[in-house]
């Protein structure tokens, strides 16, 4: 029996619906806009660890607040850390503490004020360094530089450890 024919087996015999509403992956093909994919990406794979129905339930709280403000874009693009902050102060989930997600959400905020989405500083780095590792540092180098913005401290590492 071939690998393909295995794969097709299984495949035919797994519930691939409910295997996607237990997967991170579910959260950001919830929508169709980029910057609320970029969004969802960006915090089901932040939060994605541990025990699925742990995390789970973090994130079904995480997206319905984002939802209850018109989606993840409108929500960080609107975010003011004293209002929409406050309101996010009893999700939290292991070493990402509320006041962790609020700066993260407010690093995307500062972000998305000088860029379309997330992928424009992926590029950028792919093509000035020809390759994704320096796409990637790129994007790493500038979310924590925004982080630091927003808290106002000058080294990544005097961010809350849900930051880092």
């Known amino acids: 029996m071939t690998v393909g024919l295995l ?4 495949w035919a015999s797994t519930d691939a619906r409910q295997r996607i509403e237990q997967d991170p992956l579910f959260w950001p093909r919830r929508y169709d806009d980029l910057r609320d994919v970029e969004i969802a990406v960006f915090f089901a794979s932040t939060l994605a660890y541990g025990r699925v129905e742990l995390f789970r339930r973090v994130l079904v709280d995480l997206f319905a607040l984002f939802d209850a403000h018109g989606g993840p874009a ?7 850390p004293d209002v929409e902050g406050r309101l996010m102060a009893g999700i939290a989930y292991r ?12 690093t995307l905020r500062r972000i998305f004020e000088s860029v379309d ?4 500083i992926l590029v950028l780095g792919v093509h000035q360094e020809a390759g994704m590792a320096a796409g990637l540092d790129g994007l790493v180098g500038a979310m924590r530089k925004a982080a630091c ?6 080294n990544f590492s005097q961010l809350g450890r849900g930051v880092r």
């Not at 070493?95 to 407010?106: C, G, I, T």
Request: with cysteine.
């Open 7 to 10: 794969l097709d087996r299984l």
């Open 74 to 80: 409108c929500f960080v693009s609107g975010f003011r």
């Open 95 to 106: 070493f990402h503490r509320a006041r962790d997600l609020v700066v993260l959400v407010a």
């Open 117 to 120: 989405s997330l992928e424009d």
């Open 149 to 154: 913005e927003v808290e106002g401290v000058e």
